[in-house]
């Protein structure tokens, strides 16, 4: 349920930007809340409608008991972490419902996901007090409903058979292997975005422009660091290997979900320094497209393989 993700930015450890040549900053257009609202709506219904259609199949078995009690405990620790809001606790653990119910028992997607809460949490708040002084940590309420949808909605969905079969034309028979890989790479996506924005705020050093390679003011949509970039790939690779471990995955499956959950880091970027800067896109709907097409480059290199 989770995710503590992170608004791409990266400090300066560096001289005062007056004297760098930096890429020319646009100016800040709106939010865009509508588009947060728009990712909010294309995930939580439906994942919350299947997840209640699902518990009541299944009143009153011990899978009905078990997806309550998990998703109410995920609820809860998020809360106590004090890691996001009390709608973005209740996304989060719609969410977990939707997982589990897709991967019932001890071999379940909610390894992987737990493995992605702890270390988006501990990224974001490593360094505190020098994301404080930059401006750029998150806020003490920590992360929104929104925030929440944007970047575990994808995976939610994709456990859904209906959905995913419908959307990739798939046999019964071919669901779960497909599935499973695009799963695993939305999560490792968001983690290593997360991770690499948040720990590369803190050690990256100066920021480039992913498009120009630039120095850019840190906070800059599309700035990214070498350390950070390779810090978000480690952290992906624990929660493909969680997830390959858990789930049975074959090591060439497990190795195309962290390929595409890379992939999607980078398109993450891309889509901040080019629709994002421009305010076509919020961060919301960029962490919503990263996390999907990670997810679509799983599936699709699946089907080929």
């Known amino acids: 349920m989770i995710v503590l993700y992170a608004a791409r930015a990266v400090p300066s450890l560096h001289p005062p930007m007056s004297t760098l040549n930096t890429e020319p900053q646009p100016a800040r257009r709106s939010s865009l809340p509508w588009q947060s609202k728009a990712v909010l709506l294309a995930f939580v219904p439906l ?22 009690l998990i998703s109410i405990a995920f609820t809860l620790f998020v809360l106590a972490l004090r890691a996001a809001t009390a709608g973005a606790a209740i996304t989060g653990g ?10 019932p028992g001890l071999r379940t997607a909610l390894w992987p996901l737990l493995a992605l809460l702890l270390l988006t949490f501990s990224a974001t708040r490593f360094g505190r007090r020098r994301k404080e002084a930059l401006g750029l940590a998150e806020g003490r309420r920590g992360r929104t409903a929104s925030q929440v949808a944007a970047n575990l909605g994808v995976a939610a969905l994709i456990g859904i058979p209906e959905v995913t079969m419908r959307l990739f034309d798939l046999a019964p028979d071919d669901y779960g292997r497909l599935a499973l890989a695009a799963i695993l790479a939305a999560m490792a996506e968001a983690t290593a975005d997360t991770v690499s924005s948040e720990l590369g705020q803190v050690l990256g050093g100066q920021p480039r422009l992913i498009t120009t390679f630039r120095r850019v ?3 800059t949509d599309g700035g990214i660091t070498i350390i950070g970039t390779l810090l978000g790939s480690v952290a992906a690779t624990a929660v493909v290997l969680i997830g390959a471990r858990v789930l049975a995955l074959p090591r060439t499956d497990a190795l195309i979900a962290l390929a595409a959950g890379i992939a999607g880091l980078f398109i993450d970027s891309l889509l901040g320094a080019g629709p994002e800067r421009s305010g076509w896109l919020n961060n919301d709907a960029v962490n919503a497209l990263s996390t999907l097409a ?8 699946i089907r080929f393989f």
């Not at 409608?49 to 009153?60: F, Q």
């Not at 990670?294 to 290199?301: E, F, G, R, V, Y």
Request: hydrophobic content about 60%; glycine content about 6%; overall charge positive.
């Open 47 to 68: 994942a919350g409608t299947w997840v209640c259609l699902r518990v009541g199949v299944a009143w009153p078995s011990l899978l009905f008991w078990q997806t309550t």
């Open 94 to 103: 719609i969410f977990t419902a939707a997982l589990y119910l897709a991967t």
């Open 217 to 219: 003011p840190p906070g």
């Open 294 to 301: 990670a997810a679509l480059i799983a599936a699709t290199a």
